[in-house]
């Protein structure tokens, strides 16, 4: 502050301390006032249905329909590495390939980057809706040819410059903003979710191609064993024919069976090639021969152990991924209804501007003569909308119904599907069982002939039906201890395991690269129907 003529100055606006008290204080009044109502209005009410989770089908006490089978254990287990139990490193090595560079959980991953960019729209919505900054300038020659002459000592040029900061903030009296980021902390849970359920997905498909490709691969060993063994009999076959010690139906016959068995092996090959090649898109790499990387297995079929852990139904709520989903997805159109049903109301604002204008260049920073400015509420109200807004608030109303009809159903398809892979599992097992004796005894059976041919007790037919049949019940022998270890894979996957490795625990890999953490969505506290 300085002296002038005796009184105090503001060396920043030039004014008296007692001008500026006059022209500040009704205006940090009207702005305290203007602060209290947006205060008010941003801790109204919430209009609509306040959230809760849908009831299902599934009772909390329900258990398998299998649950009195021993090798169906209820108890809680860690299902975040299932494809552990195949204690198989090549396996694992697939799957962590798969994690880190899958395309279509990374185009997930983004899904969630995006929901979490809606939020924080829906979050800035709370905060004035409106502020900019605005300039202009403009030369301006005014017409002496309008009725009259420009009157004397007016310039008919001159110039205009103005500046000014301008905000306008809609109160949230009945919740709309409020109501929005409730539907989008629901919808980035749901986009979560999803990220989860593809990657069980991804982890059982890494899986299943994995056990399809070491299945056909056992399945061509069986060919080429059964191959060798039968050209042994063409051999003997021939050489009985040529001794004159048995026909040539013989020889033929041998020949038929063992040709038969050849035919097999190429299209088992071309099977074991295009699993192969669905692993390379699940890698995220070209289509190339994996043969090298994949080597040769170490027990044929993997080997799986006879009982695994399945919880209890109710279990599916909390780890089915898909379920969850379909749950957020709810609970975000639970919130729309909200924010349909606050257009029913008036909207309330504060307005205001502040800003500087002069016709002169120079003369816009000569405060508080150059300032310009107003601060004011304002409202509006859409009172005559000929039932469009009425009909909006029924039409997300269905949509509710509709998103609790589905939640509802995905829980049903999710038992179902636990109830399916349980059943496969159990009795892959038992066929696999039966096959396993019928090949022991086909396998005798074949000894047998062979011998009895050679001795020239029998001819070549019954060596024909019986090689025959122990080639088929063979390979049906390889494909059921492959069905052993797929019907375990559906299990896992209807139970919704694995998704819990994005959280990087134990040997995790580690979350999906150039995508920012995922947030859980383990089951939230919130309110669980539709309530007002």
Same mark, same amino acid.
């Given at each position: ?103 279509? *959980? ?8 995006? !929901? ?56 949230? *009296? ?70 004159? !010690? ?21 299209? *088992? ?165 039966? *096959? ?97």
């Amino acid at each position: 502050m300085v002296q002038r003529q005796g009184r105090g100055y503001c060396r920043w606006t030039g004014m008296t301390w007692q001008n500026l008290r006059h022209y500040l204080v009704p205006r940090i009044s009207r702005w305290c006032l203007a602060g209290t109502m947006l205060v008010l209005g941003q801790a109204g009410c919430k209009v609509g249905p306040n959230y809760k989770t849908p009831p299902t089908a599934i009772a909390p006490a329900q258990n398998w329909i299998d649950y009195r089978d021993p090798r169906v254990d209820e108890a809680q287990h860690d299902l975040s590495h299932w494809w552990g139990v195949f204690n198989d490193p090549v396996l694992s090595g697939l799957i962590g390939q798969a994690y880190q560079k899958n395309l279509s *959980l990374r185009a997930a991953g983004e899904r969630i980057v995006e !929901a979490r960019a809606r939020q924080g729209i829906a979050v800035g919505n709370l905060f004035p809706q409106q502020q900019n900054v605005a300039g202009a300038y403009s030369f301006n020659k005014v017409s002496n040819q309008n009725g009259g002459n420009v009157p004397g000592g007016v310039d008919q040029y001159f110039q205009n410059t103005n500046a000014g900061f301008n905000v306008s903030w809609e109160m949230d *009296l009945w919740g709309r903003f409020r109501r929005s980021i409730d539907a989008a902390d629901a919808e980035l849970e749901a986009s979560v979710a999803e990220f989860d359920d593809v990657l069980v997905v991804l982890l059982a498909d890494v899986t299943s191609n994995y056990i399809q490709y070491r299945t056909f691969e056992e399945r061509v060993a069986v060919a080429r064993r059964n191959v060798a063994a039968q050209e042994k009999s063409y051999q003997l076959a021939v050489d009985k024919f040529q001794a004159g !010690a048995s026909t040539e139906r013989d020889s033929q016959q041998s020949k038929q069976v063992l040709e038969q068995t050849r035919a097999t092996i190429p299209s *088992l090959e071309a099977g074991a090639r295009q699993a192969s090649n669905a692993l390379c898109v699940l890698l995220a790499i070209p289509v190339q021969d994996l043969s090298a990387r994949l080597g040769a297995p170490a027990t044929g079929v993997p080997t799986v152990p006879a009982e695994t852990a399945v919880g209890i139904p109710a279990d599916l709520l909390r780890r089915r991924p898909d379920v969850r989903a379909f749950e957020r997805r709810a609970a975000a159109q639970s919130a729309l209804i909200g924010v349909a049903t606050s257009d029913l109301y008036p909207r309330f604002s504060i307005d205001g501007s502040i800003g500087v204008s002069a016709e002169d260049f120079e003369d816009v920073f000569k405060t508080p003569g150059a300032m310009t400015g107003f601060i004011g509420p304002s409202f509006r109200w859409d009172i005559l909308n000929y039932g469009r807004i009425g009909n909006n608030v029924a039409a997300q109303e269905a949509r509710f119904r509709e998103s609790v009809a589905n939640y509802q159903e995905s829980v049903l398809r999710a038992n179902r599907e636990a109830e399916d892979a349980i059943i496969a599992f159990l009795k892959a097992q038992e066929r696999t069982r039966y *096959l396993q004796q019928s090949v022991a005894a086909a396998q005798r059976t074949v000894d047998i002939s062979r011998d009895q041919y050679r001795e020239g007790v029998i001819d070549f037919t019954p060596v024909y039906l019986f090689e025959s049949t122990l080639s088929e019940q063979q390979d049906a022998l390889a494909q059921s201890q492959g069905q052993i270890a797929l019907s375990l894979v559906d299990l896992y996957r209807a139970l919704g395991g694995g998704w819990e490795m994005r959280n990087g625990n134990g040997d995790a890999p580690a979350p999906v690269p150039g995508l920012t953490p995922v947030p859980s969505t383990q089951p939230t506290t919130r309110p669980a129907t539709m309530g007002s």
